[in-house]
């Protein structure tokens, strides 16, 4: 059974920074597209940032460029958001997604991933 599992939100001060995980299981993650998106509320989902299979490529949205690393541990089958300089934005659950099959390639286009994860909260306030 295909799963993601988020973890690492929290609240944190601006100028800080968050570690998100997104734990896999079911399926090897590291041959496939994986994505993560943010949501506000009110607002659509937009993708952070995402990576191609066998670490193909690496994207990032213009919001978050030189401040967002997204990384693989391929041992342990978990994929990396480190947040840093995180700016005052409305509050977001963050999810990560994954593609259904294995491929090199990676979008921010949310109809292209077949698996979500649940989601995990993070606000940015003094």
């Known amino acids: 059974q295909v799963q993601l599992v988020e973890s690492g939100g929290d609240l944190v001060q601006p100028g800080g920074s968050l570690r998100l995980s997104c734990a896999a299981s079911g399926f090897n993650s590291y041959s496939h597209g994986i994505g993560w998106f943010r949501q506000a509320p009110g607002k659509e989902r937009e993708g952070v940032s995402c990576?191609?299979?066998?670490?193909?490529?690496?994207y990032y949205a213009d919001s978050v460029k030189g401040r967002f690393t997204m990384s693989r541990d391929n041992a342990n089958n978990t994929v990396y958001l480190q947040m840093d300089s995180l700016r005052p934005d409305a509050p977001a659950v963050y999810y990560c997604?994954?593609?259904?099959?294995?491929?090199?390639?990676?979008?921010?286009?949310?109809?292209?991933?077949?698996?979500w994860g649940q989601g995990t909260q993070v606000t940015v306030s003094s």
């Open positions: 990576i191609g299979g066998r670490d193909s490529n690496t």
């Open positions: 997604a994954a593609h259904g099959r294995a491929d090199l390639y990676c979008s921010y286009f949310v109809q292209s991933y077949d698996y």
